[in-house]
């Protein structure tokens, strides 16, 4: 089965007033995990053809309203088109090194997710999802319930399907391709093609002193500092403190060896040790990259795998994270 035929897109009426053989229902889930607190953020929108026209509806947030017919004709328009297997630069409103420069670059404080459900009459449906970082979050990876799946990145659709969205809907303004960094790596190739080249300046007085090279030993120190502390890694002066405060628990919470931990639960460490926001041992345990073995010590020692952070994350929730694959 096509995703979407052109029959399904065309009728006697040539539009969606007619509710045979059009789509029923249209639901959004939406997921966003990164470096905040809350951490986790989750939105629901459903659209749902009532007689003759469309109501919207934002789980817990909005009361519902109704949308325009062509919005919706809009987006199955635009996926009816063939896929766009590369980026194309011409399909966006940025110069091309402006949209290749910002597809180019890479974060790793966020993931967003977008997964679409458009289910028919007939009982067809089709899945859209989408989970890049980057402006219009390309590619859309698209199935039906023929088996079939195909991935496009045509930025026409991202749009189509952000405008049946609220405004302040999560993660819409991503999927528009109206975020804030297309909007900053735009102003920056502005400012240097329009900016002129700055005169020489005159070469600066010799130094009286020469400047002594960088330490490269500094630079490791520094970069193992962030590095341990990234990995919550447990410091020789953490560990004094802790032996020395007799707050033994506390060092659960540290990425230990598999050792340590055996040894602090042999002497009474408590496997259920939280921080101020819930954060417990085993969650500490179960965060990318996953420590399965002490996460195993700690859950046959009696650690609660349903234990919940004031954001409501688990344990276990976190070790499906797509971080923890390997």
Not at 6 to 27: A, H, I, M, Q, W
Not at 176 to 189: E, Q, S
Not at 240 to 249: D, L, P, T, Y
């Amino acid at each position: 089965m096509n995703l979407i035929s052109c029959t399904r897109l065309n009728c006697s009426t040539s539009c969606f007033r007619c509710p045979v053989g059009y789509d029923r229902k249209l639901e959004s889930f939406t997921k966003w995990l990164g470096f905040a607190h809350p951490s986790v953020h989750a939105a629901k929108l459903t659209i749902i053809l009532l007689g003759h026209q469309f109501v919207r509806e934002q789980a817990l947030a909005n009361a519902p309203d109704t949308i325009p017919v062509e919005r919706v004709n809009r987006v199955l328009a635009a996926l009816a088109k063939p896929p766009i297997p590369e980026l194309d630069p011409s399909r966006f409103d940025v110069p091309e090194s402006v949209i290749g420069g910002h597809n180019g670059s890479i974060w790793t404080d966020e993931h967003p997710l977008h997964l679409i459900r458009i289910t028919f009459v007939n009982g067809e449906w089709c899945t859209l999802e989408a989970d890049s970082q980057h402006a219009f979050m390309l590619p859309l990876k698209i199935t039906d319930s023929g088996s079939s799946s195909h991935e496009t990145l045509n930025p026409e659709a991202s749009q189509a399907i952000a405008d049946l969205m609220p405004e302040a809907y999560l993660e819409k303004e991503c999927l528009a391709g109206t975020c804030r960094l297309l909007d900053h790596d735009a102003r920056g190739t502005f400012m240097v093609s329009s900016t002129p080249e700055p005169e020489k300046e005159p070469d600066p007085e010799p130094p009286t002193e020469p400047v002594p090279p960088p330490d490269p030993e500094a630079f490791d120190e520094i970069h193992d500092v962030l590095l341990r502390l990234m990995r919550r890694e447990e410091s020789a002066e953490e560990k004094a403190e802790a032996e020395a405060s007799g707050n033994i628990s506390q060092r659960l919470r540290k990425r230990l060896s598999p050792e340590e931990v055996r040894k602090l639960i042999q002497r009474g460490a408590d496997v259920n040790i939280a921080d101020d926001v819930g954060q417990t041992a085993l969650m500490a345990a179960s965060w990318p990259p996953f420590n399965q073995l002490v996460f195993r010590q700690l859950a046959a020692a009696g650690a609660n795998v349903e234990a919940r952070r004031n954001d409501r994350c688990t344990a276990s929730w976190a070790v499906c994270e797509p971080a923890n694959d390997s």
